[in-house]
């Protein structure tokens, strides 16, 4: 298996991923939101606060 980040053989200790750098640059892109499914746009609330 290849990692998703760099493409090296994956380590078993950090799976998917071949190291703990490659791992950590993944977690960075899902917490910028960089990671996202397509979908149509939700509509903005109606609700008075």
Do not use: H, N, Q
Not at 20 to 49: F, H, Q
């Amino acid at each position: 298996m290849a990692c998703p980040i760099c493409g090296k053989e994956a380590d078993p200790k950090y799976r998917p991923f071949c190291s703990r750098r490659c791992a950590d640059v993944d977690l960075a892109k899902w917490l910028r939101g960089d990671y996202a499914i397509p979908g149509e746009p939700v509509p903005p609330s109606t609700r008075d606060d």
